[in-house]
């Protein structure tokens, strides 16, 4: 399955809808290629990340690594480095 930017415009309610969707669709074992901008929720269900920035890849891994990075955590998960620890 692809998906590219399945939550953009959506309310937040409904973007948890989704993604608990793409979460169990995971659980079931289907392949997803997952494109977002909402990092949290996509580090959430996925098993590797990539993080692009101007069309290269500057860092990948097991999201939750990826998730953890202090890169990642401070531009694109909004949270100071004290605040993740």
Not at 17 to 27: D, S
Not at 68 to 79: A, M, N, S, W
Request: no cysteine; charged share 20%.
């Amino acid at each position: 399955l692809m998906l590219d930017e399945p939550s953009l415009g959506l309310a937040p309610r409904i973007v948890r809808e989704v993604f608990l969707i793409v979460a169990e669709l995971r659980r079931r074992g289907v392949s997803i290629l997952l494109i977002e901008q909402n990092a949290r929720a996509a580090l959430q269900v996925a098993d590797h990340a990539y993080v692009l920035e101007m069309g290269k890849v500057t860092l990948s891994g097991p999201a939750a690594e990826v998730a953890r990075d202090p890169r990642v955590v401070e531009v694109y998960l909004g949270l100071g480095h004290a605040q993740a620890a």
